[in-house]
C-alpha cells in the first residue's frame, strides 16, 4: 500500500518550535505536501517538496528525503493561531490524486 | 478572486436516501477532486475530474459518483446512503493537471445521515 504515518497529536509552548514527522513508502509519491486545517475549516496549502532538502518559507518549513520516505513540517515561534491539524499528503507524478496522512493535531498552550 | 464554493454546507439525510453536493472550482481552475474527511480514517480521495471527464476514482463503491460540466462546477452524487457516509466532504480545484500544483479546498459539506 502507500500508508502514510504522521503522530496523531503533539502539543507544545507559544513561542517554541514543533516538529511533525511523516513517513510513506518509497515507491508510491514524487512529491509531499504539507496543509493546515483549522477546525471547521477548509485545509489550506502550506508547502510542497519535490526535492529533497529544506524548504522554508517564514516561520514554517518542510524537509524531504525521497530515499528514506521521509518528511517533516516544522512551525517555529509558535502562535495560539498555530493551534490546529496539520496534514501530510503524497502525490504521485501524474494524476492529482493526494494520498494524506491521518493528520497531526498540534495543540499550543501559553 | 472568489475561492472554492461548496452548496449547501449542513445537510441532514435519512439512510436509504439519496444527495447531491455542488463544487464550484476557482475561476480558471478545470480540475475538481473530492474527497471524504471523517475522524476515523482522515482524508480520503474519492474522484477527480479535469475538463468533464473522470481521470482518477478512489476505492469507494460505486454508490458514489460524480460529474463535471463545461464550466468546471462538479457534482457528486451518493445514493442509498448508510450511516457511515456520515462525513464532512471537501471539493478541491487546481488550475492543472501537474503534481506539483497547489490544490484549493473548499468549506467542505458536512452530512450527516441519521
Known amino acids: 500500500g502507500q500508508n502514510i504515518d504522521q503522530p496523531t497529536e503533539m502539543t507544545a509552548t507559544e513561542g517554541a518550535i514543533v516538529q511533525i514527522n511523516c513517513t510513506y513508502q518509497t515507491s508510491g509519491f514524487n512529491g509531499l505536501f504539507w496543509y493546515q486545517q483549522h477546525a471547521g475549516e477548509a485545509p489550506t496549502f502550506l508547502s510542497y517538496n519535490v526535492l529533497d532538502g529544506l524548504e522554508e518559507k517564514g516561520r514554517f518549513s518542510s524537509f524531504l528525503s525521497r530515499s528514506k520516505g521521509y518528511s517533516y513540517l516544522l512551525l517555529k515561534e509558535l502562535q495560539m493561531k498555530d493551534s490546529a491539524s496539520y496534514l501530510c499528503?503524497?502525490?504521485?507524478?501524474?494524476?492529482?490524486?493526494?494520498?494524506f496522512g491521518g493528520g497531526t493535531r498540534v495543540l499550543v498552550k501559553p | 478572486k472568489a475561492g472554492v464554493t461548496q452548496t449547501p454546507r449542513y445537510l441532514i439525510k435519512t439512510r436509504g436516501q439519496q444527495v447531491t453536493l455542488s463544487c464550484s472550482p476557482i475561476?480558471?481552475?478545470?480540475?475538481v477532486s473530492w474527497y471524504q474527511q471523517t475522524p476515523g480514517q482522515g482524508l480520503q480521495f474519492l474522484f477527480e475530474?479535469?475538463?468533464?471527464?473522470q481521470r482518477n476514482k478512489g476505492n469507494f463503491p460505486g454508490r458514489f459518483s460524480g460529474r463535471q460540466f463545461s464550466n468546471s462546477r462538479s457534482e457528486m452524487n451518493v445514493s442509498t446512503l448508510e450511516l457511515g457516509d456520515s462525513a464532512l466532504y471537501l471539493c478541491?480545484?487546481?488550475w492543472g493537471t501537474g503534481a506539483d500544483t497547489e490544490a484549493f479546498f473548499g468549506q467542505g459539506t458536512r452530512l450527516t445521515v441519521v
Open positions: 499528503a503524497g502525490v504521485k507524478a501524474a494524476g492529482n490524486k493526494l494520498t
Open positions: 478541491a480545484s487546481r
Open positions: 475530474y479535469f475538463s468533464e471527464t
Open positions: 475561476s480558471g481552475h478545470r480540475s
